[in-house]
């Protein structure tokens, strides 16, 4: 089997992440953390870039692009540290959605969706939406430990948040809690892993450029170190990204163990990111002036995002321990090779 990506999606990967490095750095994010974290210009450029219709069907104006491509996609919203509410509109919700219309609206840009699920007592970005799925909202403002998500207390009775859309989307529909799960945490989990690149680059360069007793202190063995254990970390975590990816798309009876398992890793990775870039940056690494905590703060709010570590390990045990995911190497990997 070929596990690695055809030419088409590591084009479509270089392309947004060089469009988002060229539009959406440091700068931007220090803008929009001043001017409320929400600009309409971002939002119509992601239109035009098509992210919206990334997953849509193509009869409904779409790309009809797999979760494959999404989760590329996502990574790269991670390490720009990308706040509109393109991932739950664009990578998520269409999977969720039947409508015809709803979806040529997704892809138009013209309508954004809202995620309610029981695992967050929290609704991003309702105010903006014109549609919540599997709940609703209230007009409370959340605080968040990242500046530049909006998060509003949920209420599963109704959706009682003033909408910016039309009204023909406004209706809370039902969705499946299920599925609306294993599809976010596995975009966390991406944009957890494009986060962790961005931290590990940042790191890096500030490595090679910081000279202490006179030489850069990236050769010092000890910073290396711990660089190289968070480039570990990733490698870990991305193979783990791309199965749940896989088994998600197709159907697969274990996604969802495998969904946990990329949430994990990832949260992993970025936290273990965050905390050794702060230590590379040095007392600098925690103020202000420093353009990491806008990427360390992405990943602590990520982190426990549908479902933090202790239910993703539950989800994980439950399966293993529980009987219901046999493990050892004749139950992991598929064969007809008989075992004597």
Known sequence: MDFLFTEDQIELRDGVRDFLEGTHGPEVLRRLDAEGGRDPAIWRALVE??????????????LGLSLIEAVLVAVELGRADVSEPIVDTALVAPRLIAD????????????KVALAH?????????????????????????????????LFLASPESVRVERSRDTRFST??????????????????AQLVGAAERMLDLATEYAKTREQ???????????????????????????VLWRAAYALEHGQPRAPVHVSHAKLAATDAAIQAAETAIQVHG???????????????????LAGAWGDRAFHLRRIDDAVI???????????????????
């Not at 007392?283 to 709010?301: F, N, P, Q, S």
Request: no cysteine; hydrophobic share 45%; proline share 4%.
């Open 322 to 340: 529980g009987g219901a995911m046999a493990i050892g190497p004749d139950q992991t990997f598929e064969t007809d090779m008989q075992h004597g």
């Open 172 to 189: 809370s529909l039902e969705a499946n809690g299920e599925e609306m799960l294993n599809l976010s945490a596995l975009m966390a989990a």
């Open 100 to 111: 015809e219309a709803q979806l040529a609206a997704i892809a138009a840009g013209e309508l």
């Open 49 to 62: 870039m098509g992210l919206t219709g990334l997953i849509v069907p193509e009869a409904q104006g779409g």
């Open 283 to 301: 007392a600098m690494g925690y103020t202000y002036e420093v353009d990491l905590h806008y990427w360390m703060k992405r990943a602590w709010a």
């Open 213 to 239: 007793f006179g030489q850069p202190i990236g050769g010092f063995q000890a910073i290396k170190h711990h660089l190289a254990s968070v480039a570990v970390a990733l490698e870990f975590a991305r193979p």
């Open 118 to 150: 029981q695992v967050n007592p929290w609704v991003a970005d309702a105010d903006q939406a014109g549609l919540v799925l599997g709940g609703g909202a209230t007009a409370q403002k959340l605080d968040s430990a990242d500046p530049l998500r909006r």
